[in-house]
C-alpha cells in the first residue's frame, strides 16, 4: 500500500473548517483515499473515502487532487468535539472480500480552539 | 450504521492471569475481524487477521501462542491474551467490514479493551 504523510498537528477556531492535507504521491491507480479518526480513548471512527472523485457525506468533504498525489478532508464547520487524530489510509479496496489490512501511520492531531 | 461491540471495555488482572477479549458485529455479518494494539502516544498495530471458521494469521513478531484468537461465527471473534504480563498492558482494538455483493465498504471499529496487568 502507498505511504502517507501528514502533518503532526494543526489548530482550528471552532464554527470554521478545518481542512487536513495528506501527501500519497506513490499511490496507484487502483487505491482508495480512506480517513478516519480517532477520539481519545475510543476506536477510530470511519469519515469518508474515494477514489478520485470529490466526496461528500453528512460528516465531511473528500477533495482528491486531479494526479492524485495529495488529498484534503474539510470539516466544514468544526466543533469541540472534532478534536481527535485524524488518519490517511490509502489501500486496495476489494469490494466483494473483508480480508484487506488498513495500515495507521501517525496522523494528524487535530485541536478544536474554542 | 455499522456496529462494533468489545467487550470488556477495561480489565485489571494479576500477571499470569489470561484475559478474553470479545468483538462483536452488532448488525451485521463479517466473514473477517481483525485486532490491532495501541501503546500509549503510538498508532495502531495490526497484530492479526481473523477469519471465520479457520485460523487466523497472525502479523509478523506477534506470537501466535500469547495471542489466541478465535473466530466461531460470522459475528463474533474472541481474542486470548494467554498468561498476560505488565508489557501486555495495552489498548485492543477490534474491526470488522461487513459482507456486501458490491460497493465500498469501509471496515467499522468496536471500541477497545484497555488492559492493564499488574
Known amino acids: 500500500d502507498a505511504k502517507t504523510t501528514q502533518p503532526p498537528s494543526m489548530d482550528c477556531a471552532e464554527g470554521r473548517a478545518a481542512n487536513l492535507p495528506c501527501n500519497h504521491s506513490t499511490i496507484s491507480g487502483n487505491e482508495y483515499v480512506y480517513w478516519y479518526r480517532q477520539i481519545h480513548s475510543q476506536g477510530p471512527q470511519y469519515i469518508i473515502h474515494?477514489?478520485?472523485n470529490n466526496e461528500t457525506n453528512e460528516m465531511a468533504s473528500l477533495i482528491i487532487t486531479e494526479d492524485r498525489k495529495s488529498s484534503t478532508l474539510i470539516l466544514p464547520h468544526a466543533t469541540l468535539r472534532d478534536t481527535a487524530v485524524y488518519y490517511c489510509?490509502?489501500?486496495?479496496?476489494?469490494?466483494?472480500?473483508?480480508?484487506?489490512?488498513?495500515?495507521f501511520g501517525t496522523g494528524t492531531r487535530l485541536t478544536i480552539i474554542p | 450504521g455499522a456496529v462494533v461491540s468489545q467487550h470488556p471495555s477495561w480489565v485489571i488482572c494479576k500477571s499470569g492471569t489470561s484475559v478474553k477479549i470479545e468483538c462483536r458485529s452488532l448488525d451485521f455479518q463479517a466473514t473477517t475481524m481483525f485486532w490491532y494494539r495501541q501503546f500509549p502516544k503510538q498508532s495502531l498495530m495490526l497484530m492479526a487477521t481473523s477469519n471465520e471458521g479457520s485460523k487466523a494469521t497472525y502479523e509478523q513478531g506477534v506470537e501466535k501462542d500469547k495471542f489466541l484468537i478465535n473466530h466461531a461465527s460470522l459475528t463474533l471473534s474472541t481474542l486470548t491474551v494467554t498468561s498476560a504480563h505488565p508489557e501486555d498492558s495495552s489498548f485492543y482494538i477490534c474491526?470488522?467490514?461487513?459482507?456486501?455483493?458490491?460497493?465500498?465498504?469501509?471496515?467499522?471499529f468496536g471500541d477497545g479493551t484497555r488492559l492493564s496487568i499488574l
Open positions: 474515494g477514489l478520485k
Open positions: 489510509i490509502v489501500r486496495v479496496d476489494i469490494s466483494n472480500f473483508g480480508n484487506e489490512k488498513l495500515t
Open positions: 474491526s470488522a467490514r461487513a459482507i456486501r455483493d458490491s460497493g465500498h465498504q469501509p471496515q467499522h
